[in-house]
Structure formats: structure tokens, C-alpha cells
């Protein structure tokens, strides 16, 4: 028998997922970067202020005893897990069991991702918001789930249309996706409507996910809720949580999930199988992160206050819309003239060397929408806003 083709096509399921959106922006970068242009990414939000040194300090100690070298335990050290129960007190009020309701995760995004292996069973339904970050889609498809997308449309200030899902949807579904400070639109929510939520859910047999990456990101007086202030939320919510934007660790790969004991423990066991917990090292800085002065964020956020008026000013002075978001790292702005969110980006790219990302890459419904992201240095956002002006004014 002669030798068989080897069978190195991606899986059905990895087709029907494709590149992530931003390794695929990436890639268009550096082949522009190849060709001499002098490229500023507003693509990915990914905080270019550095981590408080403190939080730096904390590590290095730590990486230099040599028991944080061997496995960490699974679910998060006991000191970790304290930690982070103790801030979410102190933040939201809502107290929580560091054993069974607390678990360390190698970023929000590898929770979300396991998320549905953990909860979900083949044909199942996941609602996802659309637009929406694209792991709640992929993660939903690579548990052999079913994405159903719920459209988050202006006039209703960006919420999910839960009314409008239909009967036969919700009798199949099991998951209930959220994000406020929502990426990509920069919306906001009320504890008053996470309350109609849990209503919702409940009423269905929901299990809410609720990616709280953004609830420090917050401006104008705003402050985030956390879906757990809502009474019996536990019985039906768990929400993630990331230290990657509140202090400037994208790199640092730690994040964590809280609330609904069964939803954390199930999440758990699958990380016990495919992976290896966070670095003990890394989880002793994000202690020191949680428990250590806060005063950076307010430093932080006014940064990105001042980047978010100089950016909105500036469309605004082009004769765009981009609305003024309360929350997260984003401008989220039709396009001019009804074009097509990967027109607008290819041509804004062409004639000015700024990436910006198209809302199409968050699902159907952010057709027609762009997405800037704040997390640029000040002098190159400035170049790139002086590069738009001259272009489009
Ligand atoms: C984004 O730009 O949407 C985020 O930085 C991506 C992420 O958090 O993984």
C-alpha cells in the first residue's frame, strides 16, 4: 500500500473558527511594516503604560525562591485565592468562599475559553453577544456548541435583545454570555439591569458567564458593577476577571473566575486536565497587585481619560461620530458614509499608516462600526490623530 497524504488540514471545527482576529491584523502589519510603512497600531487593546513597579518588585522576589518553580497548585495558591476574595469585598461588597467560589486563570480569556468544555454539551446552545468578543464564539464552536448571536444595537444602549430570542433557542440553551464594560462598544450596565438578567436566566436555567475584564476601566464618575451584587446571582453566574488592564499585565498571563460554586469547580476540572495553573511567581504579584495601593489606576485612568477627549475631539473635528464611552479601552464609531467596517479600515490604513480594527471581526451585527483602541503611547496616538486629520479633513 503506497503512503497516505498526511492528514495535516485543520480540524472542521478550528476551519470553522479561523485566525483570531488580531493575530490576523498582526499579520497584515508586519507585511506593511516590510514594505517601509510606518505603521501605529490602534488595533488591539493591549496597555502600553508598564506595571506598577511594586507589582514588579512582588515578582521578582518571588521568582527567586525556588519553591514558586515547581507546579502551582491547580487552582490558584491559598494566598491568591484569599486575596482576591478580600478585593472583591472591598470592591463590590459581595463576599465569596476562596475555596469553592475563587479560581486562579491564566487570563480571562483561557477561562472563557474552557468555559464551554466545562458547561456546555455538543449541540447546545451558547448565546453570545454580537458584536462580541470573538473567544465567546470560537470557544462555543470548539465545544462543539452552538453560538447563537444576541445583537447589542445602540438604540438599546448596547444591551442584549434577550426578548428577542426565541423560545426554541433558550429551550436549548445553556449559556448566557455578558461583557460590561462591553468590548467592543465601550457600554456600559446598571446593577438594576444585571438584575433582569439574573431574572432571565433563572427563568431559563441559564448559566450567565459574565466577563468582567473592564470593571476598573471606567470613567466620568461611572464604577462598574459586578453581577454578583445581584441577589441569587451565585446560583446562576460566574464572572471572570483580569489583572491585564486594571494594572498594565497583558503579558503576565493571570486573571480569575468567581461566583456559582458548581460553574467554578466544573471550570476547574477541566483546567486540571489541560493545563498547569499560573506561575506561583506571577500569582505572588498579582497579591501584591490586589492587596497593594491602588493609586496607579486612578494614574491610569487618566491617561486614558485624556487619550479617549483628544481622540473623540478629533474624529469629531473630521466630521466622524465616535460617541464618548464611560467604560473600557475603546472608541467604537460607525463608519462614514455607511461604508463597509473592512473598507473603512483599508482605506484609513492606505492613506494614513493607522490600524484600526473592523467591527465586522466582532460579529455580524458590528457591520459598519470600527473600533480604536487608547492603549497607544501619547506622542504616536498624537501622529496618528495629526496623520487622520490631514487626511480626512
Ligand atoms: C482586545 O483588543 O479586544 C483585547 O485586548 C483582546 C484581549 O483581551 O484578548
Excluded at 491564566?106 to 472563557?112: M, N, R
Amino acid at each position: 500500500m503506497g503512503a497516505q497524504q498526511v492528514k495535516t488540514t485543520p480540524s472542521q471545527r478550528l476551519q470553522r473558527i479561523g485566525a483570531y482576529l488580531f493575530a490576523d491584523l498582526d499579520r497584515r502589519q508586519e507585511e506593511l511594516r516590510a514594505r517601509g510603512v510606518d505603521v501605529i497600531n490602534l488595533g488591539v487593546g493591549d496597555p502600553d503604560l508598564p506595571t506598577p513597579p511594586h507589582i514588579v518588585e512582588a515578582l521578582t522576589r518571588a521568582v527567586h525562591d525556588p519553591r514558586t518553580h515547581r507546579y502551582p497548585p491547580y487552582l490558584g495558591t491559598r494566598e491568591f485565592r484569599e486575596a482576591v476574595a478580600e478585593w472583591f469585598a472591598g470592591r463590590f461588597g459581595v463576599s465569596l468562599d476562596p475555596q469553592q467560589q475563587v479560581l486562579a486563570l491564566i487570563g480571562s480569556k483561557e477561562g472563557l475559553a474552557h468555559l464551554p468544555w466545562a458547561l456546555l454539551n455538543p449541540g447546545e446552545v451558547a448565546l453570545v453577544p454580537d458584536p462580541g468578543y470573538p473567544v465567546y464564539r470560537s470557544a462555543t464552536i470548539m465545544a462543539e456548541g452552538e453560538p447563537y448571536p444576541v445583537p447589542l444595537r445602540p438604540e438599546r444602549g448596547f444591551l442584549p435583545a434577550l426578548d428577542e430570542i426565541p423560545a426554541e433557542i433558550l429551550s436549548r440553551a445553556r449559556l448566557l454570555f455578558l461583557n460590561y464594560p462591553n468590548n467592543p462598544t465601550g457600554a456600559v450596565a446598571t446593577v438594576e439591569f444585571f438584575a433582569q438578567v439574573v431574572a432571565f436566566a433563572q427563568r431559563w436555567g441559564l448559566v450567565v458567564v459574565h466577563d468582567n475584564a473592564y470593571s476598573e476601566i471606567t470613567y466620568d464618575g461611572y464604577v462598574a458593577p459586578s453581577i454578583l451584587q445581584v441577589d441569587g446571582a451565585a446560583d446562576c453566574a460566574i464572572e471572570l476577571h483580569s489583572l491585564s488592564k486594571t494594572y498594565n499585565m497583558t503579558g503576565w498571563r493571570v486573571g480569575f473566575a468567581v461566583g456559582n460554586r458548581a460553574a467554578v469547580d466544573a471550570l476547574g476540572t477541566v483546567k486540571t486536565n489541560v493545563d498547569s495553573g499560573v506561575f506561583t511567581a506571577v500569582q505572588a504579584a498579582a497579591v501584591a497587585a490586589l492587596r497593594g495601593p491602588q493609586d496607579s489606576v486612578a494614574r491610569t485612568l487618566a491617561i486614558y481619560r485624556a487619550r479617549r477627549d483628544r481622540v473623540v475631539a478629533a474624529l469629531r473635528r473630521v466630521g466622524w461620530s465616535p460617541p464618548t464611552p464611560k467604560g473600557t479601552l475603546y472608541i467604537w464609531m460607525p463608519t462614514p458614509d455607511g461604508q463597509s467596517a473592512a473598507a473603512f479600515c483599508a482605506e484609513v490604513l492606505e492613506r494614513t499608516g493607522v490600524v484600526i480594527t473592523p467591527g465586522a471581526g466582532y460579529g455580524a451585527f458590528g457591520e459598519g462600526y470600527v473600533r480604536l483602541s487608547l492603549t497607544t503611547p501619547d506622542a504616536r496616538l498624537d501622529e496618528a490623530l495629526d496623520r487622520i486629520t490631514r487626511a480626512y479633513a
